[in-house]
């Protein structure tokens, strides 16, 4: 595996799932990729145990089923991971004792040109995790409004210059290619721009955002992983985004912290108790890991623990 496709935060995220109380029987990488973090995993299970492995992206699931014929652990189910509960139910697995989730694009579709991520190649305006559903992101910025695609670049790209950037979109369609998506990104906006980062980065991840709707994808894969753990079992996380971050720490803080009771109505201690329980985060690479995957600059690890 070359640095560029290095699982970020790997011995950091291990570390917390191995360290759940008790046998890990069943453990879920619920964003496969092209299994850094399962083929880690997998090291240090026990023979008998079992690793679901899931994405909805169909390249990646090609990957996991190859790791699934050479080893019988590896269980795979295709599907968004906001489904979690229904995929993993259809294989009958109701509980686990550990959940990952890696979230944002991978290495190898930024890589790979035909898939639309990147703005350093070019390629088909598509950006979507699942190429076989939903609207391309060509689809999405030659037919949406102005108003709409700079709320976009706005708030999901927190882009400064959003109103110029759809501006220039609207008035240059239709687009086609991520080439030309990216010249007009870069022409809208003043030379002065941030050292170091191109000046469609915001933009490209905003749109990619958009078209696989993956706030909303991560706020309902968040409430269904944490009630698949069982007592004792932890949810890891890993986000590249300071949305998706702050989305993280307000569930995880929010899990950790006991019910709101209105004052002299009398409970049970049960009910006064939180549900879950801080165990690591906000965990950042280290300096030795940065200098090996450059990736792991922008990554944040969040776990949590379920404790009822």
Do not use: Y
């Amino acid at each position: 595996m070359s640095a560029e496709h290095l699982p970020v935060l790997c011995s950091e995220t291990i570390d917390s799932l191995l360290s759940i109380e008790g046998e890990c029987a069943t453990l879920v990488d619920a964003t496969f990729g092209r299994g850094g973090h399962a083929r880690a995993l997998l090291e240090h299970l026990a023979a008998d145990a079992r690793l679901v492995v899931v994405d909805r992206d169909p390249e990646a699931i090609a990957v996991a089923r190859a790791l699934a014929v050479a080893d019988d652990r590896v269980v795979v189910c295709h599907g968004p991971f906001s489904a979690l509960a229904e995929l993993l139910a259809a294989i009958g697995v109701t509980q686990a004792d550990g959940i990952l989730l890696d979230l944002g694009v991978s290495s190898p579709q930024l890589d790979d040109a035909a898939r639309g991520f990147s703005f350093q190649q070019e390629g088909p305006l598509d950006m979507r995790m699942d190429p076989s559903t939903g609207e391309s992101a060509a689809d999405w910025l030659n037919s949406a409004p102005v108003e709409e695609i700079a709320e976009i670049l706005k708030t999901l790209g927190e882009e400064r210059f959003a109103r110029r950037i759809a501006r220039a979109i609207v008035d240059a369609r239709p687009l086609g290619t991520t080439a030309e998506l990216a010249d007009i990104v870069t022409r809208a906006q003043p030379r002065s721009r941030e050292r170091g980062k191109h000046p469609a980065t915001r933009s490209f991840q905003a749109v990619r955002m958009h078209v696989n709707n993956e706030l909303e994808e991560l706020a309902s894969a968040l409430a269904a992983a944490f009630e698949l753990l069982r007592p004792g079992g932890r949810l890891a996380i890993i986000s590249f985004h300071s949305l998706e971050d702050r989305l993280v720490k307000r569930a995880f803080r929010s899990l950790a912290s006991p019910p709101s009771v209105p004052r002299h109505i009398p409970v049970r201690g049960s009910e006064q108790q939180a549900r879950g329980r801080l165990v690591a985060g906000p965990v950042r690479a280290a300096a030795k890991e940065l200098s090996q995957n450059p990736r792991a600059r922008s990554a944040t690890l969040r776990v949590i623990e379920r404790l009822q």
